[in-house]
């Protein structure tokens, strides 16, 4: 099963928008893209959030972070039935 979704998760100081130009190639290659938007105010809260939006995924998913964003994805622990991988890069 090839992946057909992209979940993107920003960085502290930061809002889903910061992911714009990325969200425009991903989704010229076929990709449907979510950004997440995150609270920011703790880091269960932020993880919660990103659980929520995984749920809502129907098909593979590839999960995408950034810095704090990082933190979050480690957060989810392996209970991700729909992520087929994930990346994260601390700027």
Do not use: F
């Not at 990325?22 to 105010?41: C, F, G, K, M």
């Amino acid at each position: 099963m090839s992946v057909t979704n992209v979940v993107l998760v920003h960085e502290g100081w930061a809002d889903g928008s910061c992911w714009s130009a990325v969200i425009e190639r991903l989704q010229q290659a076929s990709y449907r893209v979510t950004a997440v938007q995150l609270n920011l105010t703790s880091l269960s809260g932020d993880v919660a959030r990103v659980r929520q939006v995984l749920s809502a995924q129907t098909s593979p998913t590839i999960l995408v972070a950034r810095s704090y964003g990082g933190a979050v994805i480690t957060g989810l622990g392996k209970d991700t039935p729909s992520v087929r991988g994930q990346t994260s890069h601390r700027s």
